[in-house]
C-alpha cells in the first residue's frame, strides 16, 4: 500500500468480516460516485444559466462546436441556423452548450422562453416573428404545404439514418477527420457515436437492415428528392421554405464531409442537381461559410 | 510541479497511480480496501462501463424456420392472426396484403409462432427463402411479378409517394404505438382479446416501447406535443388527399396500402382516441378513403374478423413481435 497520507491511502476502518465491508464500500462508492455526478452536472448547469445574461430579442441558438467543411456536424442545428438566417432573424450562438433536457442538440432561448427541437423552435420563432413558414400564403397551395411535410419526414426520418449510418459507422476514418477534437476524443467520440446511432437506428426500426439496404434506401430517397426538385430552385418552387432548411441541413453533410462515399458520388453524380442545390442554398443563406467553418482556404 | 499547467497533470498522474493502487489492492487483499480506494474503483469502473455499453449499438439477427415443401412462385405470407376489430394488428400486415391484393399476387396467409429474419413481422417465404420488411418485400415482388402500381404515375409524383409513405411509416406510426401501448395498455385486453391476466405479464413491452421511442428521439417529446406532431400529419395526408378517390388520384399506387395501413388501425383498433377523432370527424376524408380501399380491396374483411379466435400461441407471437 501507498504510504503518502492523500485520502486514497486512508486504512481501511474495520477487520473483521472484510468481504461484507468491502462490498458495501464498492457498492457505496458506485452510488456516490454516480449521485455526484448527476448532482455536479445538474448544479452546474443551473450556475452557468444564472450567471449568463443574454441580450434582448435575440435568440440565442445552442449548438455544437464549429466543424472543418460545415457550419455544423449536425444536421438539425444546421437546419435551424439556415432558417434563422432565411428570414433575418437576429441571433448568437453559443457553441459548447449542454444537451437539451430531451439530451439532443439544438436548442434555444428567447428573452424568457426556451425551446428545445429544431422543428419546435422554428414553430416558436414562425408565432414569435409573424413568419409564413412555407412561402408567402398564396403562392404555395395547401396541397403543396402538405407535401413539403411529407418531404421533411423523407429527409429527417429515413434519408438522415442512412447518411448517419454512412457517416458513424460505415466511413469512420473520414469522419475522424473531420471532428473538431484533437488527442483521446478524437477516437473515443466516433466509437461511442457508431454505439449510439445503431441503437438508436436499432429503436426505430431502420437499422434492421443490411449495409446494402441501408444504401439502397439512401439511393432511392436522393432519387426521389432529385426528382421533386426538378428544374426547380427550391423544393417547393421559387421559394425557398421550411422544408429547405431540412433539406440542406442533411444534403450538406453528403456534400462537404463524406468524401469518397458512395452518398457523395450519388449527389455530385447522378443527382447533380441536388448538388448544385446546396452551392445554391449555401451562397444565398451562407455568404459567409468560408469564415463560418474552421479549416480555412 | 506548481504552475498551473503542471499541475493539471500531476494532479491526474497521482489520480491513476491511487487507481492502480486500488485495483491491485482489489485482486490481491480486497479485505485491505480503504473506503476512498472503493470509490475511485467503482466511479471507474462504472465510467469505464459507460463508455463501453456507449460504444456497443444493440443488434439481434433472428434464425428463422422455413417450410419444409413449398410451391416455386407462391407467396406465403407470415402475419399477425386477425381480432374481432381488424385482421391484421400490425399496420405494416395490413399494408402487405393490401399490396398483394392490388397487385393480384396469389398468397397463402400463414398465422404461426414465427418472427421474420430481421426480427419484424410480417415477412414472407418465397422459393425456400425468408425476406423480411414490407418495403423491401414490395419491391422484391415488383421485380419478380413484374408488377408496378405505380407505373402511371410520373417522377416526381412517384417521389411524393414515397414522402407520404416515409412520414406515415416512420413518424405518424409511433402515434398509433403510444396510444395503443401506453395510453390505453389498461384496455388492451379487450383488443387483443385475452383475459387481463396475460397483458400484466406483456406490461414489461411498455416500458420496452418507450425506451425505443426514446432512443429513436420522438418519444422524448411531451405527450401533448406528441399528440400535435400526429395531428398535423393526419391532416397534411387529409389535405393532399382532398377529393380525390385515392392519394395519387384515381386509381390506387403503393403509397395507399402504406397510408390504408396505418390509417385502418386508427380508425378501427382505437376507438375513443384523439386519434379515431381525427380520422373521423376532423377529417371525415380519411375515414371515407379508408372505407372506399376495404370495400374494394378487403371484401371478406367481416369474415376474417368474425371467425377470429384466439390461441396461447398467439400471445407468444404478440410478445416476440413488441420486444423490438
Known sequence: MANCNCFFCLPSPSEGNSWKSTALCLLGGAALASASIVFVSRIWEKFRQKNTVYPEDTVVLHQFQRAKHVPSLSPFCLKLETFLRMHNIPYMTILDSPLSSKGKMPWIQFNQSRVEDATFSIMFLSDTFHIEVNGMSGSVTSQQKAMSRAVVSLVEESLYWTVAYCRWVDHVDQTRAELPYDGMLKFVVPWMMAGIILREMYAHGIGKNSRDELYRIMEEDLKALSDLLGEQSFILGERPCEADCSLFGVLAQIMWTLPGTRAEALVKGEYINLANYCIRMRELFWPDWSRVVTEKH | ???????????????????????????????????????????????????????????????????????????????????????????????????????????????????????????????????????????????????????????????????????????????????????????????????????????????????????????????????GIIEKDLRAISTFLGTKPYLMGDEPTEVDAAVFGQLSELLWTLPGSYLHRIVTVDCPNLQAYCSRIKDRYWPDWDQLTKNAKKTKEDMSLYSEIFSM
Open chain 2, 1 to 227: 510541479m506548481s504552475e498551473s499547467p503542471g499541475h493539471v497533470q500531476g494532479s491526474l498522474a497521482a489520480l491513476y497511480e491511487s487507481l492502480q493502487t486500488s485495483v491491485l489492492q482489489l485482486f490481491t487483499d480486497p479485505t485491505q480496501l480503504s473506503p476512498g480506494q472503493a470509490v475511485l474503483v467503482a466511479a471507474s469502473a462504472l465510467f469505464v462501463g459507460a463508455v463501453v455499453w456507449t460504444c456497443c449499438g444493440g443488434q439481434r439477427w433472428t434464425k428463422v424456420k422455413l417450410r419444409a415443401e413449398f410451391t416455386p412462385g407462391m407467396v406465403y405470407l407470415h402475419t399477425l392472426p386477425a381480432v374481432k376489430a381488424i385482421p391484421c394488428l400490425t399496420p405494416f400486415g395490413i399494408k402487405l396484403e393490401t399490396y398483394l391484393r392490388m397487385a393480384d399476387i396469389p398468397y397463402e396467409p400463414m398465422y404461426g409462432r414465427s418472427i421474420g429474419p430481421k426480427g419484424k413481422v410480417p415477412w414472407i417465404e418465397y422459393n425456400g427463402e425468408a425476406m423480411g420488411d414490407s418495403g423491401l418485400i414490395m419491391e422484391f415482388l415488383n421485380r419478380e411479378k413484374g408488377v408496378d402500381l405505380n407505373r402511371s404515375l410520373s417522377d416526381a409524383d412517384k417521389a411524393v409517394g414515397r414522402a407520404f409513405t416515409k412520414m406515415v411509416e416512420e413518424n405518424t406510426y409511433w402515434g398509433m404505438a403510444w396510444n395503443r401501448w401506453i395510453d390505453n395498455f389498461d384496455n388492451l385486453h379487450d383488443l387483443f382479446e385475452v383475459s387481463k391476466t396475460v397483458m400484466f405479464f406483456l406490461r414489461p413491452f411498455k416500458g420496452r416501447l418507450q425506451q425505443t421511442m426514446w432512443a429513436h428521439g420522438i418519444g422524448r417529446h411531451s405527450k401533448v406535443d406528441l399528440e
